[in-house]
Structure formats: C-alpha cells, structure tokens
C-alpha cells in the first residue's frame, strides 16, 4: 500500500469530520455552502468552507481517494507546504470561476473539494506526464487525460451536463497548472508541447467565455 503523507491524512480527515457533520446538519451544511448570492452580499468564508463539505458519501469519497492517488507526487516534488498552498489556492479559484460563470444565478450553490483536488491533479500531470491515468479502467497518458478533460469541462459548462460542477473543475486545474508553473518554470523550457496543450482548452475558454455564460 503506498504511503499516506500526514499532511494529505489532515486534508482528508477534515474533510471527511466536516462532510460528515453536514450530512446530518441542514443548518451547517447551508451555513457554509457555497452560494452565488450569500457570496455576493460577502460571505466570503464560503468560499473555502464549501471545499470541506460534500453531497454525500459517493461524492466524498471519488475526491479523497484522487487525492490520495496524487497527492504524493505533488508533495515529493515540491514539499508539504507547497502542496497545501497548491490545494487552497486550486479550492479558490475553482471557486473564483465558479461565482464568474454563475454570476446572474444568484440560487446556484456547490459543495466539495472537486476544485482542490483538480488542482492537484493537474500539478502531477505536469510533474508527471508519463503516468497512466485509468479512466474506466482503460490506461491513458496522463497528458492526454489532461488535455482532454478540460476540452470536456467546456463542453460541460457551456452544456451544463450531468449535476457537475465544471466551472470549479476548470478553475482547480487552471491553479494547480498556474502554481505548478511558478513552482517549477523550467518546466516551460523542458516540456513545451505539454504546456502549450494545456494552454490551449484555458484560452479556449476565456475567449468564448461569454458563450459559457
């Protein structure tokens, strides 16, 4: 079995003792859900609170066990502290892009750390391109994974398919990509294709972003 750093142990835990009591907490959970309006009149805490809750246990458990799964990577190459920044700063801006594209729904609300561990996600994709990632079972580069699934995050936003939040998806990734990239700038130099495939589902986005909304 593959160690489990402490840190990523912390994450997990407080995620799960946090999801776990608003399972059973209607007021909690609405209290520190993320919500377009709640957010807007400056409840700002939501924004993070929101990563520590989930929908229920299928929900809390596929993001911890991909946190589990690539969390080692990102700590060995860049240490605790930079992982725990890479996490919060993933949780925000899927946040931030979250309240951006739902910005005139002022009903819409989420829940989960989806954001943050996208972000790790894609930190270790750029750590780590070769890996295989087993998408329903089927192996692929970690590459291409990565570059596919935010060509699908935009077909999903601008679909609203299935009960996803997309948006936080896209924004997590954008900010494991952004900070591994200020982590590791030679990685510009050494992997080129690798960034510039990445790049292009962001700028994608940004120009027909007002299509998405």
Do not use: C
Request: charged residues 10%.
């Amino acid at each position: 079995m593959r160690d489990l750093h402490l840190i990523t142990l912390i994450i997990i835990g407080a995620n799960a003792l946090f999801s776990m009591q608003g399972f059973k907490n209607y007021t909690l959970f609405e209290k520190y859900k993320f919500n377009v309006r709640d957010v807007q009149r400056g409840e700002y805490v939501r924004m993070f609170s929101s990563g520590f809750l989930h929908a229920d246990w299928q929900h809390l458990i596929f993001n911890m066990l991909t946190l589990f799964f690539f969390a080692n990577v990102v700590i060995y190459n860049v240490g605790v502290l930079s992982f725990v920044i890479t996490y919060l700063l993933a949780l925000l801006l899927g946040n931030i892009f979250t309240l951006y594209f739902h910005k005139n729904e002022p009903y819409y609300s989420a829940v989960g750390a989806s954001g943050a561990v996208t972000g790790i996600l894609y930190a270790s994709i750029l750590f780590a391109p070769n890996m295989l990632i087993f998408v329903f079972f089927i192996p692929m580069p970690a590459y291409i994974f990565g570059i596919g699934y935010l060509l699908y995050s935009i077909y999903g936003m601008k679909t609203r398919s299935g009960n996803i939040g997309h948006s936080a998806h896209f924004g997590g990734a954008v900010g494991g990509l952004l900070y591994a990239l200020i982590l590791k700038p030679h990685l510009i130099t050494t992997q080129p294709l690798l960034i510039i495939g990445m790049l292009v589902p962001i700028v994608l986005l940004f120009v027909f972003r007002k299509r998405l909304m």
